[in-house]
């Protein structure tokens, strides 16, 4: 059975840091990518990460958002830096499967505000 669990949301002050953790068990995964859904927005892919390591980023968080993996721990981190009040979201994990199916974790919120 696959499971895709996120931790590390929080509240944070504009200009500071979060990291972000997703690990995923149950299966091989081709990619791993962090989305995010702001309220009465749709949800917007954030950075993505293959199974090979390529790497890619909304405009919106180039520079300040960087996505890393641990093979070992099958976990995908994402770095959240220089966080802007238009970051605010939840953030959600998803993982695609060697047959293509997406799976997704329950959802972490991201709250920038002074």
């Known amino acids: 059975q696959v499971q895709v669990v996120e931790s590390g949301g929080g509240l944070v002050q504009p200009g500071g840091s979060l990291r972000l953790s997703c690990a995923a068990s149950?299966?091989?995964?081709?990619?791993m990518a962090w989305y995010r859904q702001a309220p009465g927005k749709q949800r917007e892919l954030v950075a993505r990460?293959?199974?090979?390591?390529?790497?890619d980023y909304t405009d919106a968080v180039k520079g300040r958002f960087t996505i890393s993996k641990d093979n070992a721990k099958n976990t995908v981190y994402l770095q959240m830096n220089s966080l802007k009040p238009e970051d605010t979201a939840v953030y959600y994990c998803n993982a695609v499967s060697i047959l293509g199916v997406n799976h997704w974790g329950q959802g972490t919120q991201v709250t920038v505000s002074s």
């Open positions: 149950g299966s091989i995964f081709n990619a």
């Open positions: 990460m293959t199974r090979g390591g390529m790497t």
